[in-house]
């Protein structure tokens, strides 16, 4: 059931979510909701864009990276993967919403949670695979610059796990 987080008078819990992520992450995290009571607020961050300001109905403006290109954009959540979430939470009694931010991801879910004064950030870790650990060795794991960069709890939810005496990702 979407809602006006702020409205609502419950905790809430932000949910970093990607595209490409295992559902696994939003099961999770609306298994914690319902033991909590708490809203989710599902973000999704587009780190190839800046955010040049906030509007009152918690969507944001944003610029590209790209130095050509000089028009504003309005973050949007992504319909179809709006539809994919909504299946997932529809289902439940969690009282939940959607927001599209851009800039870099954690620093975004970190100013979210800080801004709803939210009890925790729920995110998942990366799946194994050369891209990744080469994305993560350049801009570093999300999950660790929140858990060193604000002050809110973080939830990280394990989707590819290494099996003991296996190496780990970084390795």
């Not at 800039?103 to 939210?118: F, N, Q, S, T």
């Not at 570093?140 to 990280?156: E, M, T, Y």
């Not at 003991?164 to 970084?170: Q, S």
């Amino acid at each position: 059931m979407p809602d006006d987080e702020r409205a609502s008078g419950r905790p809430t819990l932000i949910v970093g979510v990607v595209r490409e992520q295992p559902d696994d992450v939003v099961r999770q995290a609306i298994r914690f909701a319902e033991l909590l009571g708490a809203s989710l607020v599902l973000a999704t961050v587009d780190p190839t864009r800046y955010t040049t300001g906030r509007n009152p109905d918690g969507s944001v403006s944003a610029f590209a990276i790209d130095p050509d290109s000089d028009e504003p954009i309005t973050e949007e959540f992504d319909s179809e993967f709006a539809e994919h979430l909504r299946h997932l939470l529809e289902p439940t009694d969690v009282t939940w919403s959607l927001r599209a931010l851009a800039g870099d991801p954690a620093h975004e879910l970190a100013r979210l949670a800080h801004e709803l004064d939210a009890v925790a950030i729920v995110v998942g870790t990366r799946k194994r695979g050369l891209r990744t650990t080469a994305h993560e060795f350049f801009n570093g794991s999300v999950a660790v610059h929140l858990a060193h960069r604000q002050h809110h709890p973080v939830i990280i939810i394990p989707l590819d796990p290494v099996a003991h005496g296996e190496r780990l990702p970084w390795e």
